[in-house]
T-cell receptor, first 112, second 113 residues
Framework: DAKTTQPNSMESNEEEPVHLPCNHS???????IHWYRQLPSQGPEYVIH???SNVNNRMASLAIAEDRKSSTLILHRATLRDAAVYYC?????????????FGKGTLLTVNP | SQTIHQWPATLVQPVGSPLSLECTVE??????LYWYRQAAGRGLQLLFY??????ISSEVPQNLSASRPQDRQFILSSKKLLLSDSGFYLC????????????FGSGTRLTVV
């Protein structure tokens, strides 16, 4: 499986934008970039995913580098409820790999 | 809409006792189903996944087994629990299409004593 690298932790202030980086230098052409987040004592929650173009939804935006070797999850205005572990994962669509492999993720702390 | 149900929410079991955790999905057909475990302070580990009835793939050798007796039912079992089986168990489902992500259940916190 292609690997991703994320910072172990990041800190933000409430109502400020947050940019969570992810490196995936060995990404293949058929890998989708998925982001999930996990709040304490809860299961992971799907946030957003994309292939090549930048993506926006009600939760966040995903900016994908032109060479696809990195991406950034953008929370436009962080709230205390956004404090969670954020996982960047590659999902192979082109093969028979049906599974998502979670790494350690980035622990986001939001200060009031 | 699709929903995923997982129970029980918490469970305390003695070492050597059997285990059965159930996960069901509603509002969809032929989903891919997954069991993950998260040990205290650690990341999510994929245990089993299933792409259809009776089709189970195991990711790591362990004291656990999984079964899929019906299209939308996924069961995690053990004949004899070990202390190391303690953790947060999560079931998830997905369609195998690029436009869909995974949806996780609310999890079962298992403590083996």
């Amino acid at each position: 499986d292609a690997k991703t690298t994320q910072p172990n932790s990041m800190e933000s202030n409430e109502e400020e934008p947050v940019h969570l980086p992810c490196n995936h230098s060995t990404i293949s052409g058929t890998d989708y970039i998925h982001w999930y987040r996990q709040l304490p004592s809860q299961g992971p929650e799907y946030v957003i995913h994309g292939l090549t173009s930048n993506v926006n939804n009600r939760m966040a935006s995903l900016a994908i580098a032109e060479d696809r070797k990195s991406s950034t999850l953008i929370l436009h205005r962080a709230t205390l409820r956004d404090a969670a572990v954020y996982y960047c994962i590659l999902r192979d669509w082109g093969g028979s790999n049906y599974k998502l492999t979670f790494g350690k993720g980035t622990l986001l702390t939001v200060n009031p | 809409s699709q929903t995923i149900h997982q129970w029980p929410a918490t469970l305390v079991q003695p070492v050597g006792s059997p285990l059965s955790l159930e996960c069901t999905v509603e509002g969809t057909s032929n989903p891919n189903l997954y069991w993950y475990r998260q040990a205290a302070g650690r990341g999510l580990q994929l245990l089993f996944y299933s792409v259809g009835i009776g089709q189970i793939s195991s990711e790591v050798p362990q004291n656990l087994s999984a079964s899929r007796p019906q299209d939308r039912q996924f069961i995690l079992s053990s004949k004899k629990l070990l202390l190391s089986d303690s953790g947060f168990y999560l079931c998830a489902w997905s369609w195998d299409r690029e436009t869909y992500g995974y949806t996780f259940g609310s999890g079962t916190r298992l403590t083996v004593v």
